[in-house]
């Protein structure tokens, strides 16, 4: 099977959660990191999904799944370990056309979530479409060994550099030829360094702004 690769953005949308152990609560923190209101549905949390609770970082629904739960929400993850329940919800959220994802059955989900390296707003997807989750693994732990986190401080650099670039006007092709400069000059490295000095000047030199970096560089 083919998927559609896709970003969501799921900031203030309802997103509910069907189950209370601890594969349940990875799937609530990912939501939560992501800005979603979170609902949890089971009549026992975890100890982790009980300190969310207790924070208010999330609603807690004690109780069996039932259909009126999926009421205003934007996307559902069936995380129960009882296969006639996960069925239930798989089968009503097609019914009241809300995206689902059945926690390792993907005939039963409308997307599958990738294995993630998180650097900052630097995402690096690794899928292999349901079909090997250990593989999916593998590659997660070699990607985050060889991108480190100087790659989501460069990516956060570029994010605020772009904007000051547009603003200065000029061609699209012209901007575009700052930025490929940027990216292959060695502002990874001297950031990796901790170097705030040589990241300043390549900005410089290559964009032609004055760019303060100790926001991100300490």
Known sequence: MRYYPVNLDIRGKRCVVVG???VAGRKVERLLECGAKVSVVSEKLSPALEELKETGAIEH??????????????LVVGATDRDEVNGRI????RRAGILVNIVDEPARCDFI???LVQRGDLQIAVSTAGRSPALAKKLRV???ERYGHAYGTLAAILG???AEVMKSGGTADGRGKVFEALVNSDLLEAIERGDR????????DL????FDVTRWMK
């Open 20 to 22: 209370g152990g601890a």
């Open 61 to 74: 629904v004690p109780s069996d799944y039932d259909e009126r739960h999926l009421r205003g929400a934007f």
């Open 142 to 144: 070699e990607l985050a």
């Open 90 to 93: 798989s089968a009503d959220c």
């Open 160 to 162: 605020e550099l772009r």
């Open 113 to 115: 979530l990738p294995s």
């Open 197 to 204: 000095e040589r990241v300043r000047s390549i900005i410089r």
């Open 207 to 210: 964009a032609g702004l004055e």
